[in-house]
């Protein structure tokens, strides 16, 4: 079983920038391939980013291409979404998922996800 808590959400003004962490439980987390998923009110649950085991490969989608970054520190159990240039409507609640298809999932393992809301 893998736990995944994510943190570093909060309130920020349009342009600026968060940085998400999720720290995972278990030894075998630098085996997985990692994910960012969000999710905003009214809207089904979406792919933001995702990163393999070795951070070898990135993949986002294209609403946050160029502006979003994904790393990983397997030393840590930690993977880290920054996030640049924020938007209002990047406003959700963003979720860290583990063990699935990096560019997409789908994924075995979720958190419980951290709110982040871009004001304008």
């Known amino acids: 079983q893998v736990q995944l808590v994510e943190s570093g959400g909060g309130l920020v003004q349009a342009g600026g920038s968060l940085r998400l962490s999720c720290a995972a439980s278990g030894r075998i987390f630098n085996t997985y391939a990692m994910g960012w998923f969000r999710q905003a009110p009214g809207k089904e649950r979406e792919f933001v980013g995702g990163i393999t085991w070795n951070s070898g490969r990135t993949c986002f989608s294209d609403s946050v291409k160029g502006r979003f970054t994904i790393s990983r520190d397997n030393a840590k159990n930690t993977v880290y979404l920054q996030m640049n240039s924020l938007k209002p409507e990047d406003t959700a609640v963003y979720y860290c998922?583990?063990?699935?298809?990096?560019?997409?999932?789908?994924?075995?393992?979720w958190g419980q996800g951290t709110q982040v809301s871009v004001s304008s």
């Open positions: 998922a583990a063990n699935g298809y990096y560019c997409g999932g789908p994924y075995d393992y």
